[in-house]
């Protein structure tokens, strides 16, 4: 029998699937998934069997596909053996194979594959592979094109990263996952005698049990030269790793830094505030930490605060006068975005955020959860002129009641919100349904109130 040129041709679809194998659903399944231009194909979460996979290897009109998504799949070894000897890859750009059961075997296919010469994007996180299956992918020789790569809870260890670092793939690479990869203290001295890898942009250090005396390390070296994005959230880095970071040059390019959960006092905010190096911060994000007011101060006090747009300080202890310090900084006039949940910042906090002349460019506000905000200061915030660019208000897990979201509903000033979050801010049926019917809020798409 011929095999389908083309998806359209649907008997010939059907038939070669019913030839090919024993799932009698998979053509049906595929002609669903696939999108209209026929260049993506969605599997997520649809189980297939070895036979599934090496079926789909036969069918010609897969190597039309630009990006491929086989997350959740119940993918291992046996079924990417026949995808990776095929040329049903020779056109994707973006190959997605996370939360499956691939292992350093799977790897080792996978590296042999000859049609991966486009590839741009790989995604292999949430897999069993180990140290072996990083060091048979960085020797993989068909993937000149990869600029992304995921490994994101996979047990790589130090080795893996280094096999990884010291490889053409590595260098090549601009953007790396290895959040909960057992990086560790270890993995970063072994990043730190690789060649400078020059073309990271991107790096996610999440979850990996990296301490101060790692960081200082790595902030000795060179070895990212033009990164502008570093992720290190659930780390212990503590206040001596940032103050390695702050002093270190390697960093003077980053415009993200995000370190959720790391023990940071007053003290980093204050080494951050004064860094030399790091200046050019587009997105500053320590949620869950311990800067408190006076950390908050001397970053608000800080020209290294100028380029922000978006500032997470959330879970830090802030109180009212956190608050009250940011809404009077000048050199916070260019944030969009802030996030202050679970802060305490009370009425008196809100209050001032509302007064502010300088945050009259803010978005988005994040005000959620345990900051006590009552009816009081949710009228500051419906009235204040100042806040009048915002489209997205969060206020979430307060104490607003329904006086609080009257004064919302009825707020001219917030016109042109288009989200809003009041949940579990002790609303009766009256606040919610001053809140449903406001003509006020006449560009409100989201209203979340349960």
């Not at 297939?48 to 959740?72: M, Y």
């Not at 970071?245 to 390019?253: D, G, L, N």
């Amino acid at each position: 029998m011929n095999e389908a040129k083309d998806i359209d041709d649907s008997l010939d679809f059907l038939r070669f699937f019913e030839k090919n194998t024993e799932n009698p659903d998979l053509a049906t399944l595929i002609q669903e998934k696939l999108s209209a231009d026929r260049k993506s194909l969605n599997l997520l979460g649809c189980r297939l069997d070895e036979k599934d996979f090496k079926a789909f290897a036969g069918f010609s009109p897969i190597k039309s596909l630009s990006s491929l998504n086989l997350d959740q799949t119940g993918l291992n070894s046996g079924g990417l053996q026949p995808l990776s000897a095929c040329d049903c890859f020779c056109n994707l750009e973006n190959l997605s194979l996370a939360n499956n059961n691939l292992d350093d075997e799977a790897l080792f296919f996978l590296s042999k594959c000859r049609s991966l010469n486009r590839l741009k994007i790989l995604n292999l996180s949430s897999n069993e592979i180990g140290s072996l299956g990083a060091k048979v992918l960085s020797l993989a020789v068909d993937m000149g094109s990869l600029e992304q790569l995921n490994f994101s809870y996979n047990r790589l260890e130090p080795l893996g990263i280094k096999s990884l670092a010291d490889s053409k793939l590595g260098r090549q690479l601009t953007d790396i996952n290895f959040r909960d990869t057992g990086v560790g203290d270890e993995g970063l001295r072994f990043l730190t005698q690789s060649p400078p890898l020059e073309n990271i942009v991107r790096i996610d250090l999440s979850d990996n049990g990296l301490t101060g005396e790692g960081m200082e390390v790595l902030a000795r070296s060179r070895v990212f030269p033009n990164l502008k994005v570093l992720i290190l959230n659930n780390n212990q880095l503590g206040d001596d790793g940032v103050y390695a970071m702050a002093e270190s040059p390697m960093f003077e390019k980053l415009e993200t830094l995000v370190m959720h959960n790391n023990g940071l006092t007053t003290d980093s905010a204050i080494s951050l505030a004064e860094s030399k190096t790091i200046t050019r911060l587009r997105t500053l994000d320590l949620n869950n930490n311990d800067l408190r007011a006076e950390g908050v101060k001397a970053l608000a006090a800080s020209t290294n605060m100028k380029g922000i747009e978006t500032l997470d300080l959330g879970e830090n202890k802030i109180g009212p006068e956190g608050a009250k310090a940011l809404a009077q900084s000048s050199h916070c006039a260019g944030l969009k975005t802030l996030r202050l949940n679970n802060n305490n910042i009370s009425d008196l906090g809100a209050s001032a955020l509302a007064r502010s002349t300088t945050l009259t460019q803010l978005e988005s506000l994040h005000l959620e959860n345990e900051n006590w905000i009552h009816a009081q200061g949710t009228k500051a915030i419906a009235e204040s002129k100042n806040l009048s660019s915002l489209r997205r208000l969060v206020l979430a897990l307060n104490a607003i009641g329904d006086e609080g979201a009257i004064y919302l509903a009825n707020s001219h000033q917030l016109s042109g919100l288009h989200f809003l979050n009041v949940a579990g801010s002790k609303l009766s049926p009256k606040g919610e349904e001053a809140l449903q019917k406001s003509t006020a809020l006449a560009n409100l798409q989201v209203l979340e109130i349960v």
